[in-house]
Structure formats: structure tokens, C-alpha cells
């Protein structure tokens, strides 16, 4: 958690991130794409995120509001077990990997996670569910090289993990030059109300 004051506004969503192995094997399987086509504005490695809901510029005053709300949907929910696989692209500009697993699991944290959020009165566009893991964007002028790098991802499957943390994330997106980056507000371990009640630690099947 970034123990830094929050500025008066700040643009913020709510996410899942794949563990570091899971990252580091599409990484891997991206190496060739990397370098056929560096044009591209590539989303760091350690950036990528499962967004669940997107909520905007928000006042910090949002962010307490927040903290309480989804601390409640991360210890109640067991931990999805989730996979990347295959690649696409929207509108010919933003290059993504799918998402594989337990999708009837992700649609309804998403949803307990949005009602949460709209219970708190924050306000925010409530867009439908596409899970994916955004990894680049095109520049205007590069309308091809997001396609032809979402072919080269159609065949790849990667292991499958299971997520650890619900995360808030704030971004700097829209404040000045460079490139966007990230940092987690909070984040909070999954399942720990159902491991109370079951009374053990949460096991892989």
C-alpha cells in the first residue's frame, strides 16, 4: 500500500492481477512480438490487471468510502482459480490476453463488487464485463501492428493460477506526459471470512 497523501482527485478501479509466474510466462511467449512490432506502447509487466470495475476520476474523499466497502467482497469470496489464454484486440487499438477459468466466479465478484461501490454513492459507468489483460495500445498513426500482434497470441495457454488479492488501484493517466503507471491503494486477501469458517487454510484442488 502507497503511504503517500492521496491528491484531491485521482482516477481509480478495482482489480485482479495475476501472480508474477503467470505474468512472466506471457511475457515470455511475447518476446518476438515485442520486437516485431516496438511501436507499440507496451503497458509494463508488472501493470497488468484484470479491471472489475472502473471507476474514474473520483475525489480522494472516495477512497476511505472505498476501503470499507470492499474489504467485505474480498473475504467472502474464495479465491477464483483463472487462466490467460489467446489474445484479441478493440477497435484495432488496444492489444488484450483473455481470460480463461472460472468466469461465472469473476462475473459475480465484479457484480458484488460494483453493487458495493454503487451502495457507497460513489457514482461511475457501469460498463459490462469483458475480462482481459490489457498489454499494449497502437499509436494514431498504427492502425495494423495491434491486430497482427493479437494473431501471434491465438494460440497461447497459460497455467492456470488462482487470484490472491482484491486490489484498489489508482493510476496517473491523464496527468501530464510519460507513460501511465500504477500503484495499489490497497489490496485484500481473498477468502479470509471463508477460512474462518471453515476453519483452515484455503487449498488448491
Known amino acids: 500500500m502507497d503511504d503517500h497523501p492521496e491528491p484531491s482527485t485521482l482516477r481509480v478501479f ?15 511467449a511475447l518476446q518476438p512480438t515485442y520486437a ?3 511501436r507499440l506502447r507496451w ?9 472489475l470495475a472502473f471507476l474514474g476520476e473520483q475525489p480522494s474523499t472516495a477512497v476511505p468510502l472505498l476501503r ?3 474489504a467485505a467482497p474480498a473475504a467472502s469470496h474464495p479465491a477464483l482459480h483463472l487462466g490467460l489464454r489467446g489474445g484479441g484486440h478493440f477497435d484495432q487499438r488496444l492489444l488484450w490476453s483473455g481470460i480463461d477459468g472460472d468466469l461465472e466466479g469473476l462475473h459475480q465478484l465484479a457484480a458484488d ?23 499494449a495500445r497502437s499509436r494514431r498513426d498504427d492502425p ?6 493479437a494473431a501471434g497470441l491465438t494460440g497461447f495457454v497459460g497455467r492456470p493460477w488462482r487470484t490472491e488479492r482484491l486490489h484498489l488501484v489508482g493510476s496517473n493517466i491523464g496527468r ?11 489490496a485484500w486477501r481473498f477468502g479470509a471470512a471463508v477460512q474462518a469458517r471453515g476453519g483452515g487454510a484455503l487449498t488448491e484442488p
Open 14 to 28: 478495482v482489480a485482479l492481477a495475476p501472480p508474477d509466474d503467470a505474468k512472466d510466462e506471457l511475457a515470455r
Open 36 to 38: 516485431r512490432y516496438p
Open 43 to 51: 503497458n509494463r509487466v508488472e501493470d497488468w490487471h484484470i479491471t
Open 68 to 70: 470499507s466497502a470492499l
Open 113 to 135: 463488487v460494483r453493487d458495493l461501490i454503487r451502495a457507497c454513492g460513489i457514482e461511475f459507468r457501469d460498463r459490462p464485463l469483458s475480462p482481459h489483460l490489457t498489454l
Open 144 to 149: 495494423v501492428s495491434v491486430p497482427q500482434a
Open 176 to 186: 501530464g506526459p510519460g507513460p501511465i503507471r500504477y500503484r495499489d491503494i490497497e
